[in-house]
């Protein structure tokens, strides 16, 4: 079955450089989701987006932004890179649970995530 | 505020072992969801599991069995016979109806599994 593609897998920057990370969800599902997973640490929630729409916002610094376009794939912008931006990058995606009344209790599946490390 | 708590960093055991991987959590909502995630050392997020707060039966997968308890706000995860590929990191995550579809993780149990 098809899964959360995430591309690039690896990314090296330096240091104030920009990056893109780009997310293709499974087939039919139109919410996308975005993490942030530091050495060591659990994945954190930096936003989300419902039919192209940010439907919830996290812990995502304004250097960051992210949008979902439409073929529902979401790009995760990286502005003004710094040495703690190194982290796995993980995409999520999943049906109908974008909106914040969502009442489908269905689960979201990650992507394999993009190892973003900057120098 | 939701909060998910697993005390147990790290976890050794011998193959073949059972072994427990204890999930603690806290919300106000009266509707949630509960999720496991699997986290090989490719890194990886492998969904394993997801019950709601209304369904408090408990659930065997093969080699897995998940332990709800709504009175002690535990999700616990047991591995029978544990095999070397069973290690790896062990997430439990929370999801509250009215925080929007946002999870909440706990900090993870490294399991290892020696032969």
């Known amino acids: 079955a098809a899964g959360v593609i995430q591309s690039p897998r690896h990314l090296i920057k330096e240091k104030r450089e920009t990056a893109t990370l780009k997310c293709y969800p499974i087939p039919r599902h139109d919410t996308v989701y975005w993490y942030q997973q530091g050495p060591g640490q659990d994945p954190q929630f930096l936003i989300s987006?419902?039919?192209?729409?940010?439907?919830d916002k996290g812990s995502i610094p304004d250097r960051f932004s992210a949008q979902q376009f439409s073929d529902y794939h979401s790009e995760l912008n990286m502005s003004s890179l710094e040495l703690g931006d190194s982290a796995l990058y993980f995409c999520?995606?999943?049906?109908?649970?974008?909106?914040?009344?969502?009442?489908?209790?269905?689960?979201?599946?990650f992507g394999q995530g993009t190892r973003l490390t900057v120098v | 505020a939701q909060k998910v708590t697993q005390a147990q960093t790290e976890i050794s055991v011998v193959e073949k072992e059972d072994v427990t991987l204890d999930c603690v959590y806290e919300t106000r909502d009266t509707t949630y969801y509960l999720f496991w995630y699997k986290q090989p050392p490719s890194g990886e997020l492998v969904f394993l599991i997801r019950r709601n707060s209304f369904d408090e039966q408990n659930e065997i997968s093969g080699r897995y069995s998940w332990n709800f308890q709504k009175s002690t706000s535990s999700f616990n995860f047991t591995i029978t016979a544990s095999q070397v590929v069973d290690s790896a990191v062990y997430f439990c995550a929370l999801r509250e109806e009215t925080s929007g579809s946002r999870l909440t993780f706990g900090e993870g149990t490294q399991l290892t599994v020696n032969p």
């Open positions: 987006f419902y039919e192209k729409m940010q439907s």
């Open positions: 999520a995606s999943s049906l109908g649970l974008g909106d914040k009344t969502g009442k489908m209790n269905t689960e979201a599946f």
